[in-house]
């Protein structure tokens, strides 16, 4: 799960977000699994971000996609 502090601002959140992730799936057929549970484990942090940044959303994806878990 990923660490945050409540004082953050969302673009902050949404840069630690994006670079855990990005660390994650360094190697994406190896560690789809562990972005998967990145993902569940975040997926309150995940929606409030495509409620707020939702035109910076498309760099989260990309990397889902490119770890296989998004078409």
């Known amino acids: 799960m990923l660490e945050i502090n409540p004082t953050w ?3 902050k959140l949404f840069q630690h977000y994006r670079a855990a992730l990005a660390a994650l799936s360094d190697n994406p ?3 789809q699994p562990a972005v998967a549970r990145f ?3 975040n997926i309150d942090v995940e929606e409030r971000l495509r409620a ?4 910076c959303m498309g760099q989260i994806g990309a990397i ?3 770890a ?3 078409p």
Do not use: F, T
Not at 52 to 55: T, W
């Open 64 to 66: 889902y996609q490119s």
């Open 68 to 70: 296989g878990l998004e």
């Open 29 to 31: 057929a190896r560690d």
């Open 9 to 11: 601002g969302v673009q």
């Open 52 to 55: 707020k940044l939702p035109g």
């Open 39 to 41: 993902r569940q484990a």
